[in-house]
């Protein structure tokens, strides 16, 4: 049984870090000890027994802060079992999970090292008000602008997000594959 897990995040807006943060909530309400820290500050990850890990996607691609994060701790990643969840598409309809699952599957392929024990996609969040630059050209960029993409909404399913939380000290028992 896992005892201490860490909860780690990257995150631009802030959709990540919710979704991290009803994960951690969930698995500390089961009495495990939860560390919650953005990827970033996390200093090393001696006396976890297990990690769990989430970033958004961003142009198919993880925010820095989780590439460094799984670059910085390559060596433990490899001994300590690790869940991994993206955030990325409006809603689960299949022509959408289809692109974003060629998308991580591209992700998971350059870092081959890498074997978490259970890897999941959630839907994501938008809120283009709030959109920093670069982001923010893509509302008046016609490649934005008249993009359906781009629009605010919240889809994080948080039922699913709590049922998957739950999931986790039962994969995190068993052994790598
Ligand atoms: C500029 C931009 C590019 C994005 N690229 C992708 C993408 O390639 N694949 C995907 O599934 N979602 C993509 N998204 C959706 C985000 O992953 C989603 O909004 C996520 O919830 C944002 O997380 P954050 O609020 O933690 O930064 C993109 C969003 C923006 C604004």
């Known amino acids: 049984m896992s005892e201490k897990i860490l909860v780690t995040y990257a995150t631009k807006y802030g959709s990540t ?24 500050e996390v200093k090393s990850l001696s006396g976890y027994d297990a990690v769990v890990l989430g970033s958004p996607l961003y142009i198919g691609s993880f925010l820095s802060d989780a590439s460094r994060f799984l670059s910085r701790f390559k060596s433990d990643l490899e001994r300590i079992p690790c869940a991994l969840f993206v955030l990325g598409p409006l809603e689960k309809n299949p022509r959408d999970m289809v692109e974003v699952q060629v998308q991580l599957d591209n992700i998971m392929n350059r870092i081959s090292w890498f074997k978490p024990m259970i890897v999941e996609i959630f839907t994501g969040a938008m809120d283009i008000e709030k959109f920093r630059f670069p982001d923010s050209l893509l509302k008046i960029m016609p490649v934005g602008k008249d993009n359906p993409l781009f629009k605010t909404y919240d889809g994080r399913d948080w039922e699913a997000i709590r049922a998957w939380a739950d999931s986790l000290p039962k994969i995190f028992e068993k052994q790598p594959v």
């Open 17 to 40: 870090q919710g979704v991290a943060k009803a994960i951690a909530d969930e698995l500390q309400s089961k009495g495990f000890l939860i560390d919650f820290y953005p990827a970033r």
